[in-house]
Nanobody, 115 residues
């Protein structure tokens, strides 16, 4: 089992910044990919960013150039620095751990961007 706990969500004005943090614990595999997804009201959950075990980072087109993900393997944490936030970034953001044997999700943290 893997446990994921997100923090750092909140309310911010358009153009502002927020940093989300995720602390992972438990049976994290050596080649686990840590990342972020989000789900806006009435929409399906969508992928935001992934940092694989080699440090390779991938982003959804909608956040590329505005969001920056990072990972600390020693601390089993993954961050999501979000800049130039837009109202359409409003969603519940979920930390994810994807590895052989299963996918794990945090409880989510709300990010609300006001116009």
């Amino acid at each position: 089992q893997v446990q994921l706990v997100e923090s750092g969500g909140g309310l911010v004005q358009a153009g502002g910044s927020l940093t989300l943090s995720c602390a992972a614990s438990g049976n994290i595999a050596r080649f686990a990919a840590l990342g972020w997804y989000r789900q806006a009201p009435g929409k399906q959950r969508e992928w935001v960013a992934t940092v694989d075990s080699f440090g390779i980072i991938s982003y959804a087109e909608s956040v590329k150039g505005r969001f920056a993900a990072s990972r600390d393997n020693a601390k089993n944490t993954v961050l999501l620095q979000m800049n130039s936030l837009k109202p359409e970034d409003t969603a519940v953001y979920y930390c994810s751990c994807r590895q052989l044997g299963g996918d794990y999700w945090g409880q989510g943290t709300q990010v609300t961007v006001s116009s």
